[in-house]
C-alpha cells in the first residue's frame, strides 16, 4: 500500500464545530480517519483513510495556580503547558514522556496526544498515571457529536466516567477537544542514588525494599547494570534520605548524583532514550514487579536488550522477534516502534474484554472511522 492510498488528505481544523463537521461528514460516508495530535505518540502510518490532526486548535483556556487545575485546548503543545506549569513552581505530576527519540518523529507533542495515549512516565510509581490527574474532556464522537464529561474539581459521581475511557483510548473512540488537569507543585530538591553492578533481579530487590520505606521514591529504573532510585522534596528531607538509603544499601557501590544530573538522568530514562537512533522493534511491557527478572531473560533469549521502570513494573525491549514470540513471552507487549514487525500494535485481549470494547466502540463510533485497525477495532 502506497503512502498515497494511506493518506489521502490532512484536515487541520482550527475549531471543535469543526472538527465535528468534518467527522460527520466522514461518518456519513462511512470513510475512515487516521486522527492524530502531533503524531509523536504511536506509529499510524499504515491505517487508511485521510489523516485528521488538531494540533491547530491550541491554546490555554482557564489556569488556576491556586486551584493547581488547568484546561486546554488539545493541540497545545506540552511544552508551553510545561512552561507555564514551572513559571508557577508546578508540574505535570505523572512526568508524560517524550516518545520523538524512539520513533523517530519530528512531530510536536500535544496536550491531548497526552491524554489519548495515557502517557505517563517514571514518576507514575509514586503520582499515579495520567488518568489520575484527568478531570475532564470535551471530545467529537465518531458521528461527530461533541461530547463533554467531568469538570475542574475531583469528585465522587456516579455513572460511566468518560474522562477515563477516553484516556488511553488512542482515538479510537472520540478526538479530544480540551483536557481538564490537576497540577501539583515541582519538587524543590533532587537526587540519584546509582546503585552498580547488579542485575535485573538485584535491581528488583533493592526496587523492593526502597519502596517499602517512608522515604517517597519518585524513580526506581535499571538499565545496563546500574540501579536508579530517585529522591525529591525539601532539602533537608532529601539529605535525610539520601543517607538512610546509603546506610541500607551500604553492601553496594553506590554513586550520589545531584540535581542538574538528576534531571538529565531521568529525562533520558523517561524518554527511552538509551533504545532511541535505531530502528530496531521497541516493545513496551508492563508486568507485576516480581515476574519482571523471568520475563527480561526471555526476552534477552530472542536477541535483544531491555530495560527497567516503575520499579520493575514496566520492561522495555528493543530486539528482534516476530510479534507472535514477543507476546508469547509477554501477553500484554505493545510494540511501540514497529521495525517492519506486522500485526497489530497493542497486546491481544480476552474474549470478554474483546465483547465490551466493540461494545463501546459501536455506541462511541458506530461506523468504526476513527482510527480502523489501530487497537485490533
Known amino acids: 500500500m502506497t503512502s498515497e492510498t494511506i493518506s489521502r488528505t490532512t484536515n487541520t481544523p482550527k475549531t471543535e464545530a469543526e472538527l465535528a463537521e468534518i467527522v460527520a461528514g466522514h461518518f456519513a460516508g462511512c470513510q ?3 486522527t492524530m495530535g502531533g503524531g509523536t505518540r504511536v506509529q499510524a502510518d ?5 489523516t485528521l490532526t488538531t494540533r491547530a486548535m491550541s491554546g490555554v483556556v482557564t489556569y488556576e495556580p491556586g486551584e493547581m487545575t488547568l484546561i486546554a485546548r488539545a493541540g497545545t503543545p506540552l511544552w508551553e503547558i510545561e ?3 514551572v513559571s508557577e513552581g508546578q508540574a505535570l505530576a505523572f512526568e508524560p514522556p517524550d516518545l520523538r527519540g524512539v520513533l523517530g518523529s519530528d512531530g510536536t507533542p500535544t496536550i491531548g496526544g497526552m491524554v489519548a495515549a495515557n502517557a505517563s512516565g517514571p514518576r507514575g510509581i509514586m503520582a499515579g498515571a495520567c488518568r489520575d490527574h484527568l478531570l475532564g474532556v470535551r471530545f467529537v464522537d465518531g458521528q461527530g457529536r461533541v461530547l463533554k464529561n467531568g469538570g475542574r474539581v475531583m469528585k465522587n459521581v456516579t455513572g460511566l466516567d468518560l474522562s477515563k475511557l477516553l484516556c488511553g483510548s488512542f482515538g479510537t473512540l472520540g478526538i479530544l477537544t480540551e483536557v481538564a488537569m490537576k497540577t501539583l507543585p515541582h519538587a524543590q530538591a533532587r537526587g540519584t542514588l546509582a546503585i552498580r553492578g547488579v542485575d535485573d533481579a538485584e535491581a528488583l530487590r533493592t526496587f523492593t525494599t526502597a519502596l517499602a520505606t517512608p522515604f517517597e521514591i519518585s524513580g526506581a529504573a535499571f538499565h545496563d ?4 532510585l530517585r529522591i525529591e522534596g525539601l532539602p533537608p528531607q532529601l539529605a535525610y534520605r539520601q543517607k538512610r538509603l546509603q546506610e541500607l544499601f551500604g553492601a553496594y557501590e553506590i554513586t550520589f548524583l545531584d540535581a542538574e544530573a538528576t534531571v538529565t538522568l531521568w529525562r533520558d530514562l523517561r524518554d527511552v532514550a538509551h533504545f532511541a537512533g535505531t530502528d530496531t522493534p521497541l516493545w513496551r511491557v508492563p508486568v507485576k514487579p516480581s515476574d519482571a527478572p523471568a520475563l527480561t531473560a526471555s526476552l534477552r533469549a530472542l536477541g535483544g536488550q531491555t530495560s527497567l521502570d516503575w520499579g520493575g513494573g514496566l520492561i522495555w525491549y528493543c530486539g ?3 510479534a507472535s514470540a514477543v ?4 501477553p ?3 510494540l511501540v516502534r514497529r521495525g517492519g514487525v506486522e500485526g497489530s500494535a497493542f497486546p491481544r485481549q480476552s474474549a470478554a474484554v474483546e465483547r465490551l470494547s466493540q461494545e463501546l466502540r459501536r455506541k462511541f463510533d458506530p461506523a468504526g472511522i476513527l482510527n480502523p485497525g489501530l487497537m485490533g477495532g
Open 32 to 34: 475512515p480517519l487516521r
Open 46 to 50: 499504515h491505517i487508511a483513510g485521510d
Open 83 to 85: 512552561a507555564m506549569l
Open 225 to 228: 547494570g546500574t540501579a536508579w
Open 320 to 322: 528482534p522477534g516476530e
Open 327 to 330: 507476546r508469547d513471552i509477554a
Open 332 to 334: 500484554h507487549a505493545m
